[in-house]
C-alpha cells in the first residue's frame, strides 16, 4: 500500500512540474501586464529562494504565473501546477515563510478576501530574475 502511495505522490509531482512549464495562456489585461512589467529586462538563471519577500511587491498575473519586484529586478515565479482563482478579483495569495525568505516549494494559499475563504492552493517554483538589460 505504501509502495503506491508513493508512486502515486511521484506521478503528481511529476504532472505538477510539466504543467508549470507549459506556455501560460493569459487574457489581454494580464499579458499586458506581464509584458509591460518585463520590457527591457532580460532573464537570468533561477533562483531557488527570493530572500526577504514584501507582500506588496507581489503582482499575480494569472494562475500560472507571480511576479515580484525587487527594486529594478521582476522575478518570475511559476507555481507548481497552477494557483487555481489567483489573478481573480477579490482572490489574495497568502504564503507561509520559514526565516523571511521565499523558496521553491513553499505552499501557497488563495483567499477570497470577501470570505476569507480558501479558493485554490499550490506550490511555487523557482525563481527567474529579470534584470534591465
Known sequence: MMRILTFAAIAAL???QTAATE???????????YDGM???????????????????????????TILYRDGRTVYV?????????LGRFNNSLVTKTLGGNLCRGDLALVIDLRTGVNAGNC??????PYKPN
Open 14 to 16: 511529476c504532472a505538477c
Open 23 to 33: 506556455p501560460a495562456q493569459r487574457n489581454a489585461r494580464a499579458q499586458k501586464t
Open 38 to 64: 518585463l520590457a527591457g529586462k532580460v532573464a537570468g538563471d533561477p533562483v531557488r529562494c527570493l530572500p526577504t519577500f514584501r507582500a506588496n511587491d507581489m503582482v499575480a498575473i494569472d494562475e500560472n
Open 77 to 85: 515565479n511559476h507555481p507548481l501546477g497552477s494557483c487555481y482563482g
Open 123 to 128: 506550490a511555487l517554483g523557482d525563481f527567474v
